[in-house]
């Protein structure tokens, strides 16, 4: 595993980011391999699920605004206040 760490960490950052999204894009892929089994869920089920991705999302948010902040504060309260308009 160390190998390949030190293999992206040669990368550059265009390269870097590519392998980063296929790896978040099979990932998605994978999650929804369940559901070619499973026809019905209930509404409770389907609640709770969107509960918690909308959770984990806001989390995410709060979590880039944060990070953003440190590189320009306006440009990222901006931002967010555009993504909350749209």
Do not use: C, H, K
């Amino acid at each position: 595993m160390s190998d390949f760490v030190s293999t992206l960490a040669g990368l550059p950052d265009v390269a870097l980011v590519f392998v980063y999204a296929l790896i978040t894009a099979l990932a998605t892929g994978l999650g929804a391999i369940p559901f070619l089994f499973v026809r019905t869920l209930s509404d409770r089920f389907i609640a709770y699920a969107n509960a918690i991705a909308a959770g984990l999302m806001v989390g995410a948010s709060f979590g880039l605004v944060g990070e953003g902040t440190a590189y320009g504060r306006l440009e990222t309260l901006g931002g967010a206040f555009v993504g909350v308009l749209f």
